[in-house]
Structure formats: C-alpha cells, structure tokens
C-alpha cells in the first residue's frame, strides 16, 4: 500500500469516526428531551366584580388600557350600599364607598385589561365577574407533553426548558409545576414554566399571552454516554459557539 493510499485510508477512517460521534450525539441529545404536544405563554390574571348589585353608572376603562393598582375602573350605584352605610356596616370614610350608596371598583393590580362585559346603565349582580385584569410582569408559559412512564421517571425538579417563539428565537426556561393523568398507558403532563425572558412586548411583540410556541423539556440522561455528552456540551459552550 502506497502512503497515499494509507492517507486516504486514514482520513476516511477519521471521517466516518466524526460522523458516527456527530450521529450518537444527536441521538442521546434527542432521547433526553421532548417535544410539547401543545405550548403557549400565559399570564396572571384577576377576576373583577363588586360585592353589591347595583347600576353601573361610569366605566372608566376600555378592553386594552393599562391600568395601575388601586385605579377606579367603574362606578356601581346600590341601595345596599347605601343602607350598609347608614346602618354603620361599610364605613364611608372608605375612598370607594359614598353615603349616598354608591361603590367604586377598583384594580387589585397593575396590568391590561382584557375583558371588559358591563356598560353605564347596566345592572350588576352581586359576585358576577365583569372584567379580567392580565397582570403585569406575570407571564410564563404552559406546555403539554405526553410521555412513556418510564420517561416520565426522568423529569427532574427544575428541569431545563427550551422555548422556541414561531420566529424560531429561543428563551430559555426551567420547570415550576407539573401535573399529570394517564391515558392509555402514558402520562399527559401539563407543566408551568416560568423564564426571565419572557417580557412583554419582546421579540417585536411576539412575547405576549397566547403566543404559542414549541417548548422542549430536557429529562434526565440516563444513558451510557451521559457523561461525554455534558462534556462535549461544556466545552462547546465554553468557547462561546
């Protein structure tokens, strides 16, 4: 054998090596995270009613204001509340009651208000929710997936989420919450997963609620090139690529 043959087998040889290593580690990559079933960004929101039926006599806001804790966001007029105040049971001192019966509601947080039901001369029942309150800085997200129970085994506390926007920008995440039932055999899981870059408004608006995205959970890597792995990926992340 010539040495340029014995070159050509050597580089070959080296060729398949890195393609076979590049082949296994995106097949361990791949048997250690799984793709959601259904995934979108929530929000906190808050429900708004009044403890008094009444007729509403002014609204203050519109569905897509922004409002902040304490703002009034409309005005219930009620012959209980006005009798509560005269025998003593509301205080009128209070900023949101007047003696002559009526109640102003309030916003319990800061935040957009997202429904909005009730209009100025609308009778109000005590208790019924008029408005949701999206509230500020409260956005996560919740994702579906559905996994072998033996995967499911290997869903760590805390466990590392990728979040993929439909523009394919990805934010990462870590798991908060899960809850699980079982369907033929496999465990539908249900996960909250919270992110400090999930803020309002980023990714030219794309970072909203009801956004929905793709979210990959990272399990436990049980298998035998674990290790190698991690390092490969610690050393890659090192070197900043």
């Known amino acids: 054998m010539t040495w340029t043959n014995r070159f050509r087998l050597l580089f070959g040889t080296v060729v398949v090596l890195i393609l076979v290593a590049g082949a296994t580690f995106v097949f361990t990559q791949r048997q250690a995270q799984v793709v959601s079933v259904t995934a979108q960004i929530v929000a906190e929101t808050y429900s708004v009613g009044a403890d008094y039926p009444g007729v509403v006599t002014h609204r203050y806001v519109e569905v897509g204001d922004h409002v902040e804790q304490n703002e009034p966001l409309f005005v219930v007029e009620s012959l209980q509340v006005a009798r509560d105040v005269e025998s003593g049971l509301l205080d009128s001192a209070r900023d949101d009651v007047s003696a002559d019966g009526t109640l102003t509601v309030r916003a319990a947080v800061a935040g ?28 996560s997200a919740r994702a579906e997936f559905v996994l ?94």
């Open 112 to 139: 957009t208000v997202r429904t909005f039901d009730v209009n100025e001369g609308s009778y109000l029942s005590s208790g019924v929710v008029v408005a949701t309150i999206e509230q500020d800085e409260s956005l």
């Open 148 to 241: 072998a129970p033996r995967d499911f085994g290997r869903i760590e506390e805390a466990a590392e989420v990728e979040l993929l926007l439909p523009d394919q920008r990805e934010i990462p995440g870590a798991l908060t919450d899960i809850e699980v039932i079982t369907v033929d055999g496999y465990a539908h899981v249900t996960t909250e997963i919270s992110s400090t870059g999930l803020v309002a408004g980023d990714a030219n608006g794309l970072v909203r609620s009801g956004t929905p995205l793709e979210a990959r959970l990272h399990l436990r890597d049980d298998g035998p090139l674990a290790g190698m792995r991690d390092a490969a990926v610690d050393f890659v992340r090192k070197i900043g690529l």
